[in-house]
Structure formats: C-alpha cells, structure tokens
C-alpha cells in the first residue's frame, strides 16, 4: 500500500515572511514537497502569475467554490478571500507526496481540525518592531492596511499554541534549514512509522 504523503502547514502573522520563506523552500532543487497553489480574490501584484502565485478569482468565482466545498480552508483576510483547493492536497497526500500549504493563521486552524496529524509550523517575527518594518518595506500596502494588519499580526501570534514548532524567521535561509530539517524528523515520528516496522517483523 502506498505510504500517504504529509501535510506541511507553515503560518504565522501577516508580514512575518512566510511567502519569501516558501519561495525559497522552493527554490532549492532537493525540496521533495509538493507546494498546493491557493485561490484568492486579491488583484495580482506586479510580476504575480496565475497559476503560479496563485489562482485569481472573482469573488463570485470563490463563492460558488466554497457552496461546491472544493476548498480545504479558507478565510477573509484584508478584505480578500483566500482558499486551499482540497482535490489537489487530497490527490497528492493520497499519491504518497508531501503536500506544503502557505497560509494566515485562520485557514491553519480549519486545516488542523480536518487534519490532525499534519505538521504545522509557525514562522515568528524576531519582533514586532520588525514585522512592522516588514509590512512598510514590502511598500504594496496603503497606511490603513499596514495599520489593519498589524492589529491582526497580534491576535495571530497568540494563535501559536496550535502548533506543533515555531520557528523565528531571523534570516530566510536559516528558517528554511530549520523547517526543512522539522520535516526529516518528522518522517521519523515513531507514531508515523512503526506500523511499517512492525510489519517487517510480521514478515519474519
Ligand atoms: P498576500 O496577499 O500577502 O499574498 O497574502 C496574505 C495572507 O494570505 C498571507 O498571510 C498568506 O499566507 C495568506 N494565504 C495565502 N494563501 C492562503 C490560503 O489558501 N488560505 C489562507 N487561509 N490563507 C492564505
């Protein structure tokens, strides 16, 4: 029987660097995780592609997806609807590949509920003097956004107690070596595995 693949769940407050994290998780060519494309209604940014970034949708669109329950989680953040269609994770899982999602904390917790055995990962700011920075820098978001998400960056933090590691995104590559080296021990959970090697001592 084929060995369902893991579902990876990397969170933590808008800002914290989580798509420049999952960026460069993907960059590197030994990453054997699968990434699951989300759906949104926010307009594309310069240089976003759909279909890579993300799948754009109107809101009408992503309506009728959440009546069909085609989306694993989704959420309004900022005024946008943001989703994870579930055949790909499912189809994915079910074909033995590790499925990563990217996504604000509220979806994480929709996920962790149909999914209580994926890995989730928060990413944490060094501080809130840096998140802010952060947020301003990136220099996409008007004064009332920055200001509307700093105010859910807190709330979102103190959502950390639903994860299974935090990891501070002090510089991007270290996070991604932690996280990569979270998954390796992860697949060598006791609880994950030793169904496999009790069966080989079956096999005796
Ligand atoms: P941005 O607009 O900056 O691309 O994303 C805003 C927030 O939405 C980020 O925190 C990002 O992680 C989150 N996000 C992206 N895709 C999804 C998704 O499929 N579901 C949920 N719940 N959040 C998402």
Do not use: W
Not at 24 to 29: K, L, M, Y
Not at 124 to 145: A, C, F, H
């Amino acid at each position: 029987m084929q060995e369902k693949g893991l579902l990876i769940v990397l969170s933590g407050p808008s800002g914290v660097g989580k798509g420049t994290v999952r960026k460069e998780i993907f960059s590197q060519p030994d990453t054997a995780f699968e990434y699951s494309i989300s759906m949104t209604t926010r307009k594309p940014r310069a240089g976003e592609v759909d279909g890579v970034d993300y799948f754009f949708k109107t809101k009408e669109e992503f309506e009728e997806l959440i009546r069909q329950e085609k989306l694993l989680e989704y959420a309004e953040f900022v005024g946008n609807y943001y989703g994870t269609p579930v055949d790909y994770v499912r189809e994915t899982l079910a074909a033995g590949k590790d499925v990563f999602l990217e996504i604000e904390v509220k979806g994480a917790k929709q996920v962790r509920e149909k999914f209580p055995d994926g890995l989730f990962i928060f990413l944490m700011p060094p501080s809130l003097t840096e998140l802010k920075n952060r947020i301003v820098t990136r220099g996409t978001e008007t004064e009332d956004i920055i200001h509307n998400r700093m105010l859910s960056a807190r709330e979102e933090i103190e959502m950390m107690k639903l994860y299974d590691y935090i990891v501070v995104n002090d510089q991007v590559e270290h996070a991604c070596e932690r996280i990569k080296a979270i998954v390796m021990a992860e697949h060598c959970r006791r609880e994950r595995v030793e169904h496999i090697y009790k069966k080989l001592l079956e096999d005796e």
